[in-house]
Every structure is written in structure tokens, then in C-alpha cells.
């Protein structure tokens, strides 16, 4: 494999371990109704933080993701960049949480399999063309980096307030 298909095959692993695990705890903790409800409020605090800190980033200069770190072993350096990247836990738990309210997703096996093997594919699909293409999309539409990292930092925050709308009209 290229190096590139490796270090996306090592975040794909731990990514499907957090998905897997986030839906447990899920499941776990949404046996309690006011638990849940503590989930969603948390998750979309987490999700709007992350947004809001991803927007505080991008005011500074063009972060440089080139260092050149991990290039002996790109695999484990997928492995190890996405073990250690904490935000992936809060949000998947958003993410399920949103699935399941929508009816997307049940909490049975063949439905978990399909969930996970889904994102497995598109992790895979969209690392593939981050990879490959980014740096031509980036430079054909004339982004630089911290326009892109202000650009998902609004998703976040869009999805935080979708979210909190949702639980609004709910009560």
C-alpha cells in the first residue's frame, strides 16, 4: 500500500473502535432519560466548543501540517494521531445520538454493523480524497487552510444549534 492508504487505514481502525464503543456507551448511559438528555446537552456543548476553538485557531497564521512527522511508519502514525485525538469521543456520542433520534440507526447488530461498516467506507472515501485532492481543491478554489479550519468550525457550531433547536421543540 502507499504510504498515504496506510495512515488511513490506521485512523479507519481506531475510528470504527470509537464509533463501536461511543454506541455502547450510548446504549449504556441512555437507559436513564435524564442521563440522555445530560448527553445531548454535553454533546452539543462539546460540539460548540470545538467549533468555537477551531474559529479562535484560524485568526492566527497558515498552519503547516507538512512537518514530516510520521513518515517512517504511516500507519502507526494514523493509529497514534487518532487514539490520541480526544474529540472524536464526544463527537460520535453527538453524532449517534443524532442517528438514533432520527430513526437512522437502532440499537441492533445488524444496524451497529451497517453503521460502522458505512463509516468505516466513508472515512476511507473521504481521507482517500483529503489525501489526494485537497491540496488541488484547495488551490483550484483558492482556500488556504484557515478559511477551511473556519469553514468546519461553523459546521460545528451549526450542528451545535440545530441540535439545541431540536431538544427546544422536543420539550
Not at 29 to 50: C, D, E, H
Not at 84 to 107: E, S, T, Y
Not at 111 to 122: A, H, N
Amino acid at each position: 500500500f502507499p504510504s498515504h492508504d496506510r495512515f488511513a487505514l490506521g485512523v479507519l481502525i481506531i475510528e470504527i473502535i470509537y464509533v463501536y464503543l461511543t454506541l455502547k456507551l450510548f446504549e449504556w448511559l441512555s437507559s436513564n432519560l435524564k442521563t440522555l438528555t445530560t448527553i445531548r446537552w454535553f454533546s452539543i456543548a462539546v460540539l460548540f466548543a470545538i467549533g468555537t476553538w477551531m474559529l479562535a485557531e484560524s485568526k492566527g497564521t497558515d498552519m503547516n501540517i507538512s512537518t514530516g512527522f510520521g513518515k517512517e511508519n504511516p500507519f502507526i502514525t494514523g493509529l497514534l494521531l487518532s487514539t490520541l485525538n480526544p474529540a472524536q469521543i464526544p463527537f460520535w456520542l453527538g453524532w449517534n445520538a443524532v442517528a438514533i433520534d432520527r430513526k437512522l440507526l437502532k440499537l441492533e447488530t445488524q444496524s451497529i454493523l451497517l453503521w460502522l461498516m458505512g463509516i468505516g467506507t466513508g472515512t476511507f472515501i473521504g481521507l482517500g480524497l483529503f489525501i489526494v485532492g485537497g491540496p488541488a481543491i484547495i488551490k483550484m478554489i483558492s482556500i488556504n487552510e484557515l478559511t477551511l479550519t473556519r469553514l468546519i468550525g461553523m459546521i460545528f457550531i451549526v450542528t451545535a444549534i440545530f441540535q439545541v433547536i431540536k431538544i427546544i421543540r422536543n420539550k
